[in-house]
T-cell receptor, first 115, second 113 residues
Framework: AQSVTQLGSHVSVSEGALVLLRCNYS??????LFWYVQYPNQGLQLLLK??????LVKGINGFEAEFKKSETSFHLTKPSAHMSDAAEYFCAVSVSGGSNYKLTFGKGTLLTVNP | GAGVSQSPSNKVTEKGKDVELRCDPISGHTALYWYRQSLGQGLEFLIY????????KSGLPSDRFSAERTGGSVSTLTIQRTQQEDSAVYLC???????????FGPGTRLTVL
């Protein structure tokens, strides 16, 4: 079975600073990896996904993530935080094969951006 | 176009009552998913529908939970004899096909008193 660990339930950065949200996964087969963002009282929105093509994945709103198989990581970064980035971020994994539609989510990281 | 919609947005019920939560997926999406988001457990997969295939119910936490999808479109999640631990946000998502991007609705916040 696959699992996801997000280090840090709450990350606080200053506006303009680097954003780094950490995600480590566990999977016995090649994974598909996703980052979702959730704004208050809204559903989840896909930021980016890795599906075994390029290891550096670029998403919306200036976010990107790098798949590192040796470290079983898929950390999310953005060079310069904006106030509008304040939200909760979820890393998720699914596996290739029969149940590849089933997403397993991390616990989430709440990002606060300070002026 | 319209996204995934869910109703009601909030539901408060008494312990022991039955509730029905509705999901309208994006038109043309063949796959539909239900997830539960709670403070203690995070986001959990509940059930998956794909076209006319038998649904994957492996995530339903107990036999008090059931779901159906009528005509390959609207889905209803039913919780019978609600318990306080059922309090959570229930999220619905749809995708064009299996393994395409899942688009999420805003959720139904269920509170069981």
């Amino acid at each position: 079975a696959q699992s996801v660990t997000q280090l840090g339930s709450h990350v606080s950065v200053s506006e303009g600073a680097l954003v780094l949200l950490r995600c480590n996964y566990s999977s016995s087969v090649p994974p598909y990896l996703f980052w979702y963002v959730q704004y208050p009282n809204q559903g989840l929105q896909l930021l980016l996904k890795y599906t075994s093509a390029a290891t550096l994945v670029k998403g919306i709103n200036g976010f990107e993530a790098e798949f590192k198989k040796s470290e079983t990581s898929f950390h999310l970064t953005k060079p310069s935080a904006h106030m509008s980035d304040a939200a909760e971020y979820f890393c998720a994994v699914s596996v290739s094969g029969g149940s590849n539609y089933k997403l397993t989510f991390g616990k989430g990281t709440l990002l606060t951006v300070n002026p | 176009g319209a996204g995934v919609s869910q109703s009601p947005s909030n539901k408060v019920t008494e312990k022991g009552k039955d509730v029905e939560l509705r999901c309208d997926p994006i038109s043309g999406h063949t796959a539909l998913y239900w997830y539960r988001q709670s403070l203690g457990q995070g986001l959990e997969f509940l059930i998956y529908f794909q076209g006319n295939s038998a649904p994957d119910k492996s995530g339903l936490p107990s036999d008090r939970f059931s779901a159906e999808r009528t005509g390959g479109s609207v889905s209803t999640l039913t919780i019978q004899r609600t318990q306080q631990e059922d309090s959570a946000v229930y999220l619905c998502a749809s995708s064009l096909m299996r393994m395409n991007e899942q688009f999420f609705g805003p959720g139904t916040r269920l509170t069981v008193l």
